[in-house]
T-cell receptor, first 113, second 112 residues
Framework: ETGVTQTPRHLVMGMTNKKSLKCEQH?????MYWYKQSAKKPLELMFVYSLEERVENNSVPSRFSPECPNSSHLFLHLHTLQPEDSALYLCASSLSLLEGEQYFGPGTRLTVT | AQSVTQPDIHITVSEGASLELRCNYSYGATPYLFWYVQSPGQGLQLLLK??????LVQGIKGFEAEFKRSQSSFNLRKPSVHWSDAAEYFCAVAGNAGKSTFGDGTTLTVKP
């Protein structure tokens, strides 16, 4: 596969469940990002990783927990979510933090019931 | 702080007509500027970017954009719109390392 892939593409979970979103990039990039995209709201940057180290955490609730085991993989662990967390979660990567050009995955559509 | 404004929430054009989507940015130095397109249910795809040099940049799918420092603008244009161009378009500015700020997006509808 090429580019940035995300799994699953769709996820429905209850508020007491624990699930994880996975992102993988095949571009040899060193920076990876999680964004939240809700209807009628601008794109929200959640987390930024550079060389597997978290460099930004934009006041995201602790029920979202990122993990970056290597520069190709990024996870978003979810637990005890709220209905307002329902959104499209987008992963992106860039060659480095200094490269503003980002490559996005197709997203995971999350519904919290 | 950097910011991006896309004044038009929704634009409708007829197929074959020309298109211009507006973007205004705020950043203290020379910014990196981008236009992305998002089709329903998909991620964002980079259309074009401006880093420096020629202020008129060409992108994919026949799009171009012009950087105007005096107006703090980076408007996206296409001379003849196709029905497949219907999507949401995002302008973004990158200045501080690791942080792109996106506009709220403009939804393009193409009439047959």
């Amino acid at each position: 596969e090429t580019g940035v892939t995300q799994t699953p593409r769709h996820l429905v979970m209850g508020m007491t469940n624990k699930k994880s979103l996975k992102c993988e990039q095949h571009l040899g990039h060193n920076a990876m990002y999680w964004y939240k995209q809700s209807a009628k709201k601008p794109l929200e940057l959640m987390f930024v990783y550079s060389l597997e180290e978290r460099v930004e955490n934009n006041s995201v609730p602790s029920r979202f927990s990122p993990e970056c085991p290597n520069s190709s993989h990024l996870f978003l662990h979810l637990h005890t979510l709220q209905p307002e967390d329902s959104a499209l979660y987008l992963c992106a990567s860039s060659l480095s933090l200094l490269e503003g050009e980002q490559y996005f995955g197709p997203g995971t559509r999350l519904t919290v019931t | 702080a950097q910011s991006v404004t896309q004044p038009d929430i929704h634009i409708t054009v007829s197929e074959g007509a020309s298109l211009e989507l507006r973007c205004n940015y705020s950043y203290g130095a020379t910014p990196y500027l981008f236009w992305y397109v998002q089709s329903p249910g998909q991620g964002l795809q980079l259309l074009l970017k401006y880093f420096s040099g020629d202020t008129l940049v060409q992108g994919i799918k026949g799009f171009e954009a012009e950087f105007k420092r005096s107006q703090s603008s980076f408007n996206l244009r296409k001379p003849s719109v196709h029905w497949s161009d219907a999507a949401e378009y995002f302008c973004a500015v990158a200045g501080n390392a690791g942080k792109s700020t996106f506009g709220d997006g403009t939804t393009l509808t193409v009439k047959p």
